[in-house]
Structure formats: structure tokens, C-alpha cells
């Protein structure tokens, strides 16, 4: 069993940053690839940004390119989604989740653990 705690989420405005924390405890963290997505009220979750297991490779929706950076830090058990330059259409709960393998994916249904979400709210 895997259990994941997101936090960092807050209200935020425009132009403003943010940093999410997903703490994973139950498994070999460092064996799997880590995944963001989000949920907007109304919306299908979506693929935010994933990163490998040793950090070689990441991938992000094109929404985020340039703005948002994902990272890990193994030792720590801990991934990070470093937002910036938020806009309102971020705003949507912030899910992190561990992928089957050591892969990055934008495909949700390859990820088997997800926390339980923290609250993201940007404000215009």
C-alpha cells in the first residue's frame, strides 16, 4: 500500500506562484515514475507533469510548459510542482500519483496510488 499527502495548495493571485509538496511513504519511491494532474470543477482530470524514477525525463501538458516545473527528490520521498505565473484556468485540485513502473506518462489509468488533492485557487 502507498499512501500520498499533497501540500502547498492555497489562493493565489494571478501572475503569483506556488509550490506543491506529495509525500509518499509505503513503497520504493525511488522505483517509479511520479505524476501532477488537476481537476477543475466540471472537468475531466488531466495529465499536468510527470517525471521518471531516477529524474531523467520529465513531460508537462502544453498549458504548463515554461510556467510549471516538476521534480523529486528520492532521499526525501518527496515529489514537487514548482507553479509559476499562475493564471485562473489553474485553478482545480492538485492530485500527484505513482505510475506502474519507472516511466513518465500522461495516460492516468498507468498510475496505481493518488493522494488525496490539495486546492489550488487563482484569483484574477
Known amino acids: 500500500q502507498v499512501q500520498l499527502v499533497e501540500s502547498g495548495g492555497g489562493l493565489v493571485q494571478a501572475g503569483g506562484s506556488l509550490r506543491l509538496s506529495c509525500a509518499a511513504s509505503g513503497r520504493t519511491f525511488s522505483s517509479y515514475g511520479m505524476g501532477w494532474f488537476r481537476q477543475a470543477p466540471g472537468k475531466e482530470r488531466e495529465f499536468v507533469a510527470g517525471i521518471t524514477s531516477n529524474s531523467g525525463s520529465t513531460r508537462y501538458a502544453d498549458s504548463v510548459k515554461g510556467r510549471f516545473t516538476i521534480s523529486r527528490d528520492n532521499a526525501r520521498n518527496t515529489v514537487y510542482l514548482q507553479m509559476n505565473s499562475l493564471k485562473p484556468e489553474d485553478t482545480a485540485v492538485y492530485y500527484c500519483?505513482?505510475?506502474?513502473?519507472?516511466?513518465?506518462?500522461?495516460?492516468?489509468?498507468?498510475?496505481?496510488?493518488w493522494g488525496q488533492g490539495t486546492q489550488v485557487t487563482v484569483s484574477s
Open positions: 500519483a505513482v505510475a506502474r513502473f519507472g516511466i513518465v506518462t500522461m495516460d492516468p489509468y498507468k498510475y496505481d496510488y
